[in-house]
């Protein structure tokens, strides 16, 4: 399994949702938040790349595969609020890299919405900000464009496109090196668990448990959850 800041942060979040989705490949229904944020980070990448705003938050939209909750206003207005410029720097920069020198390095990949230089930026359609350090997301970011381009600090930020708000930080090898161990720990955990899996499938439900929390209200598998633990793994209200 390749990793990525979104599966740890899911496992770290729940293991029972993460081994549905993840290690049985369960499907997740397209919610209107999902959608939201993937036609405006398309959009915003069009508008970097040259096209006109509505030319832009259509291509958008059609990434969303025009979602029915999701309109092409509320696109258009959260687009309009990023501070962007056409050809400002490369958009959704890929990477793909081992978390250490092992042979048997778990690998973590990721999509970067903008790097420029050594300053990157990932863009959020969020309702509630919250802070660069509050996870590890820009952390591993910072790390991987550390790799790329044989820097020693990176500019990470957050953007809330809703409240025009930013949060960054100058990430240096420090900071990269926390996130990289946070990222190296959970996958190698995960990685011993999904092999102890293989051998002893009927203890699933020990090996990934479910952690009711308030992320339960937009896990698509509460209700199964409930059915088979019992009120006990419903979140308090």
């Avoid at 496992?11 to 949702?17: D, F, G, I, M, V």
């Avoid at 409240?163 to 190698?188: G, N, P, T």
Wanted: hydrophobic residues 35%.
């Amino acid at each position: 399994m390749i990793y990525s800041f979104s599966r740890l942060s899911l496992y770290e979040t729940c293991p029972l949702r993460f081994r549905l989705k993840y290690i049985e490949g369960r499907e997740e229904p397209v919610t209107k938040a999902l959608a939201l944020g993937k036609a405006v980070h398309k959009g915003i990448e069009r508008v970097i790349s040259g096209d006109r705003h509505e030319e832009a938050v259509l291509k958008g939209w059609a990434e969303a595969d025009f979602h029915p909750e999701v309109s092409f206003d509320e696109i258009s207005e959260l687009v309009e609020k990023a501070p962007i410029c056409p050809h400002m720097g490369e958009t959704e920069v890929y990477f793909r890299l081992p978390l250490s020198d092992s042979p048997t390095a778990p690998e973590i990949q990721g999509y970067i919405d903008l790097v420029s230089g050594n300053v990157l930026v990932d863009w959020k359609s969020n309702r509630r900000p919250y802070g660069v350090l509050d996870n590890h997301q820009v952390g591993l970011y910072a790390w991987a464009v550390s790799r790329l381009r044989g820097v020693d600090q990176v500019e990470g930020s957050l953007y809330f496109l809703r409240y025009q708000k930013e949060s960054k930080h100058v990430f240096d090898s420090h900071d990269m090196e926390r996130s990289r161990q946070w990222a190296i720990v959970l996958a190698e955990k995960i990685d011993e668990k999904r092999l102890i899996l293989d051998l002893a499938p009927e203890k699933a439900d020990d090996l990934f448990p479910a952690t009711p929390s308030g992320a339960c209200r937009h896990c698509p598998f509460a209700a199964e959850c409930f059915k088979k633990f019992g009120s006990a793994y419903l979140p308090s209200s």
